[in-house]
T-cell receptor
Framework: NAGVTQTPKFQVLKTGQSMTLQCAQDMNHEYMSWYRQDPGMGLRLIHYSVGAGITDQGEVPNGYNVSRSTTEDFPLRLLSAAPSQTSVYFC?????????????FGPGTRLTVT | QQPVQSPQAVILREGEDAVINCSSSKALYSVHWYRQKHGEAPVFLMILLKGGEQKGHEKISASFNEKKQQSSLYLTASQLSYSGTYFCGTEDAGGTSYGKLTFGQGTILTVHP
């Protein structure tokens, strides 16, 4: 059981480039989400999904797209990278789509946009 | 709206106790607690549900005051391994929240020998 995996671990982009951060989980969890973490800002929700084919926005969705074609995968796409998107990105999954379930985080992707 | 944690930082010696508080302005269904060490992902510690159910860590305890929308994490007889940043995450009691977790800004705990 690998849990939640993310690739790549580190990435450097130039302003305007696009890329996809990968996230996968092997626990058959319905609920998956993406957070960004900036110093002193805690964890802020970007997008989340309650199941294959269902996604919704979190508190900071601008500049990011997501899709959920399978239960296992939840990629995050940066459309046109900006220096303000320099951050550490965490993917997470929960055992149920409803409230009251533990959430598990992936190891994170550290992204720098120059 | 983000829950508010206090204090922002705590410094302890091994064996001392600490309390970290988390407060929300919204009606809550649950409060989650996580610990994050530098350069690592947050690790689940505990979840407290409305109605009193509690799941999680054996050596760390917490409380959830549903009327005040407040939770406290109690770290007793601290060990060096307790050092890290502690986050609370809250789930709203609203029916359309779909289990979204909103996190506080974190409390940095440092334990010295």
């Amino acid at each position: 059981n690998a849990g939640v995996t993310q690739t790549p671990k580190f990435q450097v982009l130039k302003t305007g480039q696009s890329m996809t951060l990968q996230c996968a989980q092997d626990m058959n969890h319905e609920y998956m989400s993406w957070y960004r973490q900036d110093p002193g800002m805690g964890l802020r929700l970007i997008h989340y999904s309650v199941g294959a084919g269902i996604t919704d926005q979190g508190e900071v969705p601008n500049g990011y797209n997501v899709s959920r074609s399978t239960t296992e995968d939840f990629p995050l796409r940066l459309l046109s990278a900006a220096p303000s998107q320099t951050s550490v990105y965490f993917c997470a999954s929960k055992a149920g789509r409803a409230i009251g379930y533990e959430q598990y985080f992936g190891p994170g992707t550290r992204l720098t946009v120059t | 709206q983000q829950p508010v944690q206090s204090p922002q930082a705590v410094i302890l010696r091994e064996g001392e106790d600490a309390v970290i508080n988390c407060s929300s302005s919204k009606a809550l269904y649950s409060v989650h607690w996580y610990r994050q060490k530098h350069g690592e992902a947050p690790v689940f510690l505990m979840i407290l549900l409305k109605g009193g159910e509690q799941k999680g860590h054996e050596k760390i305890s917490a409380s959830f005051n549903e009327k005040k929308q407040q939770s406290s994490l109690y770290l007793t007889a601290s060990q060096l391994s307790y050092s890290g940043t502690y986050f609370c995450g809250t789930e709203d009691a609203g029916g359309t929240s779909y289990g979204k977790l909103t996190f506080g800004q974190g409390t940095i705990l440092t334990v010295h020998p």
